[in-house]
């Protein structure tokens, strides 16, 4: 008899803290927003996903960064080049340093716009940063192209052509790219 009368008095005053928890204090219809004036981020259409495979693959690359190298009296180039895949989201990055030639994936996240992979110029000689515009139309850095040279010997030396991740991203509520 004592275990029920506890229990039934644990039942309504754990029924007394929470009913006043369930009603909302904010007065006026509840699809009512408030809309800061100040926000920096443009209004953007209803999110819809870009479609899983394109229509039509280009064959031409869709960016391309060039740059001549000076170790060698014929014209040789360090040079990355974005290829469309099937995939809406996905292309071939093929770079390639004075004959020595590399390919890698690039995925970009779907932020419900078409995609636009940007190519630009790294910190070193040759280096090449592989990234994209978000929806605010800021770039953002995702791989890294790069020549490392290492010298063996007095007159040998070996060249490696790397591809490094620098960030990974992804998609917020509000469409909007998020470093991880």
């Known amino acids: 008899m004592v275990r029920l009368t506890f229990l039934a008095l644990f039942f309504f005053s754990a029924m007394i803290f929470a009913l006043p928890a369930c009603h909302s204090t904010v007065k006026g219809p509840a699809s009512a927003i408030m809309i800061d004036p100040t926000d920096k981020h443009p209004v953007l259409p209803t999110f819809k ?33 974005l290829y469309e895949t099937p995939e809406t989201m996905k292309y071939i ?8 030639k590399g390919a890698d994936t690039i995925k970009l996240p779907d932020m419900g716009t078409p995609p636009h992979p940007v190519l630009q110029k790294g910190e070193e000689k040759y280096a090449c940063i592989i990234g994209l515009l978000d929806n605010d139309r800021n770039f953002r850095e995702l791989k890294k192209v790069y ?8 007159n040998v030396k ?7 991740t620098l960030k990974h991203y992804i998609v917020t509520e509000d469409y909007r790219l998020v470093s991880q």
Request: glycine share 6%; with cysteine.
């Open 49 to 81: 996903r870009n479609p899983e495979f394109r229509a039509a693959v280009k064959k031409d690359p869709v960016a391309e960064y060039r740059i001549r190298t000076e170790s060698h009296p014929q014209e040789r180039y360090f040079s990355v080049r």
């Open 93 to 100: 990055a093929k770079v390639e340093f004075e004959g020595c």
């Open 147 to 154: 020549v490392m040279e290492k010298g063996e010997g007095k």
């Open 158 to 164: 070996t060249v490696n052509l790397k591809i490094t």
